[in-house]
């Protein structure tokens, strides 16, 4: 019997990663909220590291905006939904991994339901409201969040887990102004975006091996033109 050319799909992994962990990988499932700049470069290094099993989740389309930032988009999938762009490009790069999409928003009415068999939940939102949503459920479902924020060339990660603060200790108390991050004001600049989707799908790998020094209670922020980097404790 012959081998299969993608037989080597992930010898460029070993010896990071041992054999045993790409098979953890491969029985991991991971969702990925948000499919813009940061859910893009997410799904694709989690595609191409091998975690088995993403769901792809975002209610947005793409528009001629997006272009100069996300991965997914391509000026002939203006107005293709972001979920099914995604779908297709980890369906391209790794016909191995398990993915499903969602055409939709999340709020508290479907959040726990979409998120409650995942391992990880990662949080590449622009609502800061829908963030604290997602934390509550996230709490119920016993789940941690990777999420990640850029505005401009500066860029936070953190890793909360069910027992944390999270989103509290960086926002401060929920609240109903709190509806877009400054992003809005500043723009967001494309390197950044990958830089970001880069440190969070470490972390989510990290989280999935149990292995690393997780930003657990800690946010990771840089900012770019200085190239200014800082680790803060949250506490």
């Not at 700049?37 to 528009?63: K, N, P, Q």
């Not at 850029?150 to 944390?164: L, N, R």
Request: hydrophobic share 40%; proline share 2%.
């Amino acid at each position: 019997m012959g081998t299969s050319p993608l037989d080597g799909r992930y010898a460029r992994n070993f010896n990071t990663l041992t054999p045993e962990e790409q098979k953890k990988l491969g029985a991991s499932k991971v969702v990925v909220i948000g499919l813009g700049g940061l859910g893009g470069g997410v799904c694709e290094m989690l595609a191409r590291v091998g975690v088995g099993h993403l769901s792809l989740i975002d209610g947005d389309s793409f528009e001629v905006s997006n272009l100069n930032r996300q991965l997914l988009s391509q000026e002939h999938l203006i107005g293709v939904p972001k979920a099914e762009a995604a779908k297709n490009r980890v369906a391209a790069i790794n016909s191995e991994v398990n993915v499903t999409h969602q055409v939709a928003y999340l709020d508290e009415s479907n959040l726990y339901e979409q998120i409650k068999d995942a391992d990880v939940v990662m949080d590449c939102l622009d609502s800061i409201d829908t963030r604290f949503k997602l934390q509550d459920a996230a709490k119920k479902a016993v789940i941690p969040i990777v999420s990640g924020a850029i505005a401009g060339v500066t860029g936070q990660v953190t890793s909360i887990f069910p027992e944390d603060l999270g989103y509290e200790l960086i926002y401060g108390k929920k609240s109903r102004e709190q509806s877009k991050g400054v992003e809005t004001r500043t723009g967001n600049i494309a390197y950044c975006a990958m830089f970001v989707a880069a440190i969070q799908s470490s972390e989510c790998v990290k989280i999935l091996l149990n292995r690393g020094d997780i930003l657990h209670n800690k946010l990771l922020i840089a900012e770019l033109w200085t190239n200014t980097f800082e680790v803060v404790a949250l506490t």
